[in-house]
């Protein structure tokens, strides 16, 4: 098996969307199960671009855990950092669309969110192998929220230090997922030092740091190497390398807009790991890498379901040529 160039860490799941847009959760008459979870959608992208890219969580023995590592196989994804936990179930969860496709969380059913396998993934299972030949690792920081695996993250992070991995952190805030929400703030700002490049929404980065400015938050951490800042259909701004601008999203027929920034993370690691890290100083590369990120994202939106939407490395490049940006 290639090695893989980027390790995803946190959960993998089934997004129930909606099948009726711009309902209320006691007014949906039926959900349609898509596989999701935002490190695995990443990891998932990271493959159909082409780049070797392995996803480390855990999943329950049930049915819908079993069909989640199969899909991750099928795609390509290495599983072998994938833990399979005896009694807890592998998370679903649901959510409501509105009219325009954009997305809100409604729950998890009959469980508390505490009581996922995703929560359980032990950090001393960690396969210590995979961090030896990998470029990246790649965070969220919904894992944060619980106990165990909250350790897991930790000791990614020691790992990926140890063997000198680039570090990316999707803040990707969802506060159904914590018990307590009013500690995230506080939990996720204790990693910053440890990661060279953030992801952040436009909300997110307001949520944490009272500023969407992606060159204001750089100069803020001061150890980071890179910020990226979206904001759904009106683009992203980005400071890398210490060349910041600011990107119109592509104008897409947008279906479903879940999955979308993973994606544009995705094609973002692609390409960095394509052109290396000290492409970032020229800014006409910057923006080209930014420019393909996009496209990734935006291709992403025109289809139900954040995995099987995703591009591949060829059609994004088919789309570059024949559309510019607005």
Request: include cysteine; glycine fraction near 8%.
């Amino acid at each position: 098996m290639t090695n893989s160039r980027v390790l995803c860490l946190g959960e993998i799941l089934y997004d129930c969307l909606a099948d009726q847009l711009g309902r209320k959760l006691e007014e949906v008459e039926s959900w349609t199960a898509y596989p999701g979870g935002a490190p695995a959608n990443v990891a998932c992208a990271l493959v159909k671009l082409g780049t070797p890219t392995g996803f480390i969580g855990a999943v329950g023995v049930d049915e819908a855990g079993k069909s989640l590592v199969k899909l991750l196989q099928d795609v390509g994804v290495d599983t072998r950092g994938v833990q399979s936990h005896l009694t807890a179930p592998t998370r679903q969860v649901y959510v409501l669309r509105d009219s325009t496709g954009d997305r809100s969380f409604a729950g998890f059913g009959k469980y508390n969110t505490t009581e996922f396998a995703d929560t359980r993934l032990a950090a001393e299972k960690l396969p210590v192998s995979l961090f030896e030949d990998a470029d990246f690792l790649v965070l969220g920081t919904l894992e944060l929220a619980y106990p165990d695996s909250a350790k897991a993250v930790h000791r990614a992070l020691e790992l990926a230090q140890q063997y000198d991995l680039k570090i990316l952190l999707d803040i990707n805030w969802r506060p159904v997922f914590w018990t307590n929400p009013h500690i995230a703030p506080q939990t996720i700002r204790q990693l910053f030092k440890q990661v060279d490049f953030l992801k952040l929404t436009k909300e997110e980065a307001k949520w944490i740091f009272d500023t969407d400015d992606p060159g204001a938050i750089t100069y803020r951490l001061d150890s980071i190497e890179g910020v990226l800042v979206t904001d759904g259909d009106k683009g992203c701004a980005y400071c890398l390398g210490e060349n910041e601008g600011k990107l119109p999203a592509f104008k897409m027929p947008v279906v479903d807009t879940t999955g979308a920034g993973d994606s544009f993370l995705a094609g973002f690691i692609h390409q960095l790991l394509i052109h290396g890290i000290r492409s970032l100083r020229d800014g006409e590369t910057v923006r080209k890498i930014v420019t393909y990120a996009s496209a990734v994202g935006a291709l992403t939106t025109i289809k139900p379901g954040a995995i099987a939407s995703q591009p591949t490395a060829e059609e994004v490049v088919t789309f570059l040529t024949s559309h510019v940006q607005v």
